[in-house]
């Protein structure tokens, strides 16, 4: 019983004086999401635009390629020839 006594003499009021204009975002507040999301679209196919154009292919050091050739990696010494 009580708790009935309290929504009614407390909650009630507050319900009759919102005005329901200012609890909503409105007009202006889809626009400004709209904005944004146009914007997050936009982004996203420029960087998808710009990650194609990437090449993830490492070249090999030109310092290390003069060194490297006819040497085993872990000795450091030349490899027999096959054949």
Not at 12 to 40: S, Y
Not at 71 to 81: F, I, L, M, R
Request: hydrophobic share 45%.
């Amino acid at each position: 019983m009580s708790f009935s006594l309290a929504v009614t003499t407390h909650v009630l009021p507050l319900a009759k004086e919102l005005d329901k204009d200012k609890v909503t975002p409105g007009v202006l507040g889809f626009i400004v999401f709209a904005v944004m999301a146009l914007a997050v679209w936009g982004l996203m196919k420029s960087m998808n635009k710009h990650m194609g154009k990437v090449d993830f292919e490492e070249t090999p050091d030109p310092a290390s390629s003069g060194k490297g050739a006819g040497t085993s990696p872990a000795s450091g010494k030349a490899s027999p020839a096959k054949g």
